[in-house]
């Protein structure tokens, strides 16, 4: 349990940092993390990746606030797109943690390191997203954010990994992109959480702690370290430029993907 616990404050620093420097929401590095540990915390394997994506989710409401409040108070959010937006990211959301619940927990695991593995490959060879200046229309706003919306919870991401390229078609400020694809984390992320509550009430293989498919003490642990990390990466964000992090970052999540595609 100690090193569960030590496990849980190491991630949730690292998942905080990038939710502030990428705008991702650290979903994408909490789910295996939690895969890992739960397993050898002896939890039941049929449970384990959907409590992992749904702790993961839970956790992001709250990074997710604290990231997007720090890009708000720099004025790099944009209320109006988050608007367009909002009805797809919650229909898609719902649908998203629907789809996670029929699939069985290993080919989750498996499904979810496939995905690490693209969108590493994405990070690492994409290059600055060109801007096209164009002003966002409400239906393509409101498709992209069901897509956005479904994707991420159904891995348990913040959504960052599709709505930063999203954004970036708009803006020639990558810092508004980051910042307002921060704020579509935070209701695909609290949509998903309440989500998988109700979906995995009444699980009989869930352990102890947990509510539904949400883990309560890794939550707890997690947030601990998250929150204040993620203030530290948007001052990241708007200081460094973060090309080659996101390439480490990439590298660990091919490693990552491979592990869990592999068992």
């Not at 994408?28 to 449970?47: E, G, K, R, Y």
């Not at 997710?64 to 919650?90: E, N």
Request: glycine share 14%; aromatic share 8%.
């Amino acid at each position: 349990m100690l090193t569960a616990i030590l496990i849980y404050l190491v991630v949730g620093a690292i998942a905080g940092v990038l939710a502030g420097v990428f705008g991702i929401g650290g979903g994408i590095v909490i789910v295996p993390a939690l895969v890992f540990t739960f397993l050898a915390q002896d939890f039941a394997p049929s449970v384990v990746a959907h409590l992992a994506v749904g702790t993961s989710l839970a956790t992001i409401v709250v990074t997710g606030a604290s990231s997007a409040w720090g890009h708000w108070q720099r004025g790099s959010v944009r209320r109006d797109w988050l608007i367009l937006m909002l009805p797809g990211l919650i229909v898609g959301g719902v649908l998203g943690v629907l789809l996670a619940s029929s699939i069985p927990g290993d080919a989750l695991t498996r499904l979810f390191g496939v995905f690490a593995i693209v969108m590493a490959l994405k990070m690492a060879f994409a290059g600055q997203p060109a801007t096209q200046g164009r002003a966002p229309r409400r239906w393509p706003m409101t498709l992209a954010g069901a897509v956005i919306g479904g994707v991420s919870t159904l891995f348990g991401v913040g959504g960052g990994v599709m709505s930063v390229p999203w954004c970036s078609r708009f803006t020639s400020r990558m810092t508004e992109a980051v910042g307002t694809s921060s704020a579509i984390g935070l209701p695909i992320a609290l949509i998903g959480m309440i989500t998988n509550v109700i979906v995995g009430w009444g699980e009989p293989d869930l352990p102890a702690g947990a509510t539904g498919f949400v883990m309560w003490p890794a939550f707890l642990g997690l947030i601990v370290t998250s929150v204040p990390m993620a203030r530290l990466g948007v001052k990241i964000a708007h200081a460094l430029p973060a090309r080659t992090l996101r390439r480490i970052f990439a590298l660990l999540l091919v490693v990552v993907g491979i592990k869990l595609i592999i068992g």
